[in-house]
Nanobody
Framework: QFRLVESGGGTVQPGGSLKLSCGGSSQMLQFHPKGWFRQAPGKEREAVACISTSASSARYADSVKGRFLIYRDNAKNEVYLQMNNLGPEDSGLYYC?????????????????????WGQGTQVTVSS
């Protein structure tokens, strides 16, 4: 059974930066598209960013474009989310996710329904 484990969350002041990391339990996960999602208290889970297996395509939520960067290191079986210029609206529980199946295709969407493997989440709090 595949597992994902997130790390790197914490508390940061507005305008600050954080880098989230997500490691997979199996090297096979390097062949799965991955993504980051977040959920704030009282709100629905929303997509943040997704990346194809080869990293040749990525999709971002409009609210994070230009501030967040998703990238991956398949040799290390890791995916990252670099978050810059954070604001209070970015606070929430951030989840790493992977497609349930191997896929080398480009991605054109970033939908939670496409992802079948989920981590436990890491908390990000942006507060002064």
């Amino acid at each position: 059974q595949f597992r994902l484990v997130e790390s790197g969350g914490g508390t940061v002041q507005p305008g600050g930066s954080l880098k989230l990391s997500c490691g997979g339990s199996s090297q096979m996960l390097q062949f799965h598209p991955k993504g980051w999602f977040r959920q704030a208290p009282g709100k629905e889970r929303e997509a943040v960013a997704c990346i194809s297996t080869s990293a040749s395509s990525a999709r971002y939520a409009d609210s994070v474009k230009g501030r967040f960067l998703i990238y991956r290191d398949n040799a290390k079986n890791e995916v990252y989310l670099q978050m810059n210029n954070l604001g209070p609206e970015d606070s929430g529980l951030y989840y790493c996710a992977a497609y349930a199946q191997y896929s080398m295709a480009e991605i054109s969407t970033c939908l939670a329904a496409d992802f079948g493997i989920w981590g436990q989440g890491t908390q990000v709090t942006v507060s002064s």
